[in-house]
């Protein structure tokens, strides 16, 4: 959305940071139903869904999480790699009373189910080989988001049904936008609720005949520039949907609905970089307008403070004399070359606490109201499910 | 300014770069830099970005660019100048439309019946083409075109990895859609030029799993779609401080707390026991680290692409930062 927005948010700084994120308490809190993970690519909302989901379930919660995009190992290691758009349990999860099931978005699978669900046997046969309908399930850049929503209400209602869940962890899609999949039942509903579309299907009836003129111009100037066999296809497709519409908007709005409601937590994921913590502001600004339930604001990758108090100048200055040596002696040898390196990484690592300190503070100054957890980088690759514990134990221990 | 060492282009007969990368990995801050690297060289480039994110005016700290080749860069006597394009939907539909079809009023009504929203929404193929057919206009302008001006390279920031096959193939996309029409014929031309030796794709990466496994996958994956791939850039590298051995050292049998302890006694450091073994926890990781690092970089070169590799800026990327980052693609033929 390109729009100017006003900001939302106090108008001074508070006097202190932001409070801590208590992930633990999050987890426990039995009316939590729903955590919602989102945030901009690249930020580790797939792993820190995963860890919050393994962590839930080993704290005796009956979770299934459900991931857009996993890493291949991570998906191999939780056994979700094959697309069956089913939950499938998570082999070693040590969990005492909990349970912890697995599974990934297949977008054009969920698309038909609902489509299955809510038209007559021959009326979906139609649907589904509809070329429209193909790309608009396998490929258009919002299906994901609507899909993911879609999935999501559907394991609250199995949830709700039959007991077998009591938290549901979701991993939003790595949109262009982190807000496309809040916007995304809402876009669905207004496009199928469209004065076009409405048009395409009841041409020239009642009052709408007066706009006949300017609908048969859009028309025809579709069908030069698409192309007249597109439009056929477009307009049988949305005749067969049409049936369908009702239902559509009824899911999205209740999605949406489900959402504001008080057993979903939302968290919003974000790396101490400008872009991320940028995006990251637009969510949490975002969420409070749309009155949507933010838990907090999970910092990932974050560099660890360096220990000892030896500020960066003099670490820089140390190395410097370690390595020059002395006048008499310049091919200084031996491990003083390798101190020398510990201290510059160690001068390193401090300016980067730093600037990623400012960033954060000035997050907070601006949402003061957003509980914070800072979560730092590993210096491994998480695939299994004990690096899927360490990161739900770096959340927690976060607030500690 | 002392120019970099005459180092000869990689891409000489490249017209277009398509920049693209997994998210997080850096994608616009590297075409920025390849834009300035290629003005550089004394042409003028145009730099475009499809994803209505501003992105080009935040990395060049200009207000937010309109739908119009502004410039943003004027270079130094013999050298070009950047402009920017900031290429939005709608804009790109209603040109579109007054180019071919001289829609003065029917345009407007197209806004009005929600034609717009109907094809940003239900036709995915349909706004791609829309999306690429105006940078193909903008890397096949010649003399013919009057009063248009015209660009020795266009870098365009694209879509993230995951996507960028599918943004590309708009061919693919319209199949079984449009079959005849002028979008089809539209979607042939910009196919076309995207396959041709005008064109190349390159990718960001960063030396982490995911996004060296989405570079592999993406370069398949456009291969089999015959488009052109380009170099990999490896962004956000870091420093090395320790070496091969030194790194063997801290990972196996560790290093010795007592020497530390003397060689910082020697620097005029108070050796305090959260200060050792602080140090002596860094270098772990800092040793883990980079040796997961190489094996990414292991499967990079493994690649048979030109790579390029970019540092993690201290600071973060400002202006001046793009112009260091320009002149390290400069430096390696990559502008």
Known sequence: ?400 | MTSPSAVEANWPGVRLHVVTGKGGTGKSTVAAALALGLASRGQDVLLCEVEARQGIAQLFDVPPLPYEERRIVQGPQGSGDVYALAIDLESALLEYLAMYYRLGRAGKALDKFGVIDFATTIAPGVRDVLLTGKVYEAVNRNRRHKGAREYGAVVLDAPPTGRISQFLNVNNELAGLAKVGPIRHQADAVMGLLRSALSRVHLVTVLEDMPVQETIDGIAELRGLQLPIGGVVTNLTHPVELDGEERDLVLGRGLDADVLRADLQTAGVRPTQPLVAGLLEEAREHAERRQLEDEQHKRISDLDVPTYELPRLAGGVDVGGLYELAADLRRQGMA
């Open chain 1, 1 to 400: 959305m390109s729009t100017a927005r006003s900001r939302v948010g106090p108008l001074v700084a508070p006097l202190e940071g932001s409070a801590p994120l208590d992930v633990d308490a999050l987890l426990a809190d039995r009316s939590t139903d729903i955590v919602v993970c989102c945030g901009s690519g690249g930020v580790g909302k797939t792993t820190t869904s995963a860890a919050l989901a393994l962590r839930a379930a080993e704290q005796g919660r009956k979770v299934v999480v459900l991931t857009i995009d996993p890493a291949r190992r991570l998906a191999q290691s939780m056994g979700i790699e094959k697309l069956d758009n089913v939950p499938r349990p998570v082999p070693g999860v040590r969990a005492a009373g909990g349970s912890l099931d697995a599974m990934m978005l297949d977008m054009k699978r969920t698309f038909d189910d609902v489509v299955e669900s809510q038209a007559s046997p021959e009326k979906a046969a139609q649907i589904l080989s509809n070329p429209f309908y193909i790309a608009l399930s396998s490929s258009f850049a919002g299906t994901q988001e609507y899909m993911a929503m879609e999935k999501l209400g559907q394991l609250h209602a199995d949830a709700e049904a039959t007991g077998h869940w009591d938290l549901i962890v979701v991993d939003t899609p790595p949109s262009r936008s982190a807000l496309d999949f809040l916007d995304a039942p809402e876009r669905l509903a207004g496009f199928l609720d469209g004065r076009f579309i409405r048009l395409l299907l009841f041409p020239a009836k009642g009052p709408a005949r007066l706009m006949t003129a300017g609908l048969s111009l859009v028309t025809n100037t579709l069908s030069k520039v698409l192309g007249a066999q597109l439009l056929r296809d477009v307009q049988s497709f949305v005749a067969a949907l049409d049936t369908l519409f009702g239902g559509f908007r009824q899911r999205a709005q209740k999605t949406y609905e489900l959402l504001q409601a008080g057993g979903t937590s939302f968290l919003v994921v974000a790396a101490p970089e400008p872009d991320a913590l940028r995006e990251a502001a637009y969510f949490v600004e975002r969420l409070s307008e749309e009155r949507m339930p933010l838990a907090g604001l999970v910092v990932n990758r974050a560099h660890r403070e360096p220990q000892g108090r030896l500020s960066v100048e003099r670490a820089l200055v140390a190395a410097e004399r370690l390595e020059g040596g002395t006048d008499d002696d310049p091919e200084q040898t031996g491990s003083g070359g390798l101190t020398a390196a510990l201290l510059r990484l160690h001068a390193d690592q401090g300016r980067i606490v730093a600037r990623e300190t400012r960033l954060r503070e000035r997050f907070a100054a601006a949402h003061p109201d957003v509980p914070t957890a800072v979560v730092p980088a590993l210096s491994t690759d998480v695939h299994d499910l004990d690096g899927l514990r360490r990161v739900g134990h770096l959340l927690a221990a976060s607030s500690q």
